[in-house]
């Protein structure tokens, strides 16, 4: 949906995306790396503007660029699936280039929308159980697990396995405070090899 | 204690593992070596070894080698 949220973080941040992202965006899914435990993208800009003007539609579906407090272009990230009732979202597009340092805080952003600004009292994320890396991420989070979604994904004919994690507000202190102090460090240190 | 022991050490109490006691190991290869724990294990080097990494250098130790390395040519 359209929408006009921004938040900050200290070393990133979180913007709405805009066409003029198509690009960056395309870039982006198409790196043969990053792009094989997500949904296939087309490479066509018409697509993608496409994808963009039927997102804007979209009630309860927040779709972020990651950026540096520079405006140097980090990825994506995006809430969705937002239900106001349950208090429930899940999150995911979560694609950042590599050797990009803004994981933690990016992640931190994104539960900060959720639970301080959004009010909800879970949030989940479905990964490709062969994307370990992040899985392992959610993991040392503090997310808790919540099962295995057979065959819950598939890319190019093959059925991929997700599991599902999730937090719930109860827990999200202390996982705020794991992720702040983590990111709090990395821009004290962007800060310094920026001087 | 070699800078590799203690490097070995620091990495693996961050990863929380016990292993690989011996050879090199990285990412690519131990699936615990997550991006949270990347940051909290370099930042845990740098403790450990009084050194700083660059921004740059953070996301290319990748590996017990590459930090063993970077140590030394701090």
């Not at chain 1, 929408?3 to 066409?19: K, M, S, Y």
């Not at chain 1, 198509?22 to 198409?30: S, V, Y």
């Not at chain 1, 790196?31 to 949904?39: A, D, T």
């Not at chain 1, 900060?112 to 062969?130: G, H, I, K, N, P």
Request: charged letters at 25%; a negative charge; proline letters at 2%.
């Amino acid at each position: 949906m359209r929408h006009n949220l921004h938040i900050e973080g200290q070393a990133f941040r979180l913007r709405p995306v805009t066409a003029d992202d198509g690009a960056a965006i395309l870039a982006l899914r198409n790196q043969p790396e990053l792009s094989r435990f997500i949904n296939a993208t087309s490479a066509d800009p018409a697509d993608q503007r496409a994808w963009l003007e039927r997102y804007y539609q979209r009630e309860g579906d927040y779709y972020f660029i990651v950026e540096g407090r520079d405006g140097a272009f980090e990825g994506t990230i995006a809430l969705y699936d937002v239900d106001a009732e349950m208090g429930t979202a899940e999150w995911g597009r979560w694609i950042l280039r590599p050797n990009s340092l803004a994981a933690v805080e990016s992640a931190l952003l994104l539960y900060r929308l959720a639970f301080d600004r959004l009010r909800l009292e879970t949030v989940y994320c479905r990964t490709v159980a062969a994307n370990i890396a992040v899985v392992s991420f959610h993991n040392s989070c503090g997310l808790e697990s919540c099962g295995t979604l057979a065959g819950g994904f598939e890319r190019d004919s093959v059925q991929h396995d997700l599991i599902e994690q999730r937090l719930r507000r109860e827990y999200w202190p202390a996982v705020e405070a794991k992720l702040a102090g983590l990111a709090a460090a990395v821009a004290r240190r962007r800060s310094r090899s920026a001087k | 204690m070699t800078t590799e022991e203690r490097a070995r050490q620091v990495v693996l109490a961050t990863l929380g593992i016990d292993g690989p006691a011996t050879g090199d190991f990285g990412r690519e290869t131990v699936s615990a070596w997550d991006s949270l724990k990347h940051v909290a294990l370099i930042f845990a080097i740098e403790d450990e070894f009084e050194v700083q990494f660059s921004e740059e250098q953070m996301a290319s130790l990748a590996s017990l080698s590459a930090i063993v390395e970077a140590i030394d040519a701090a």
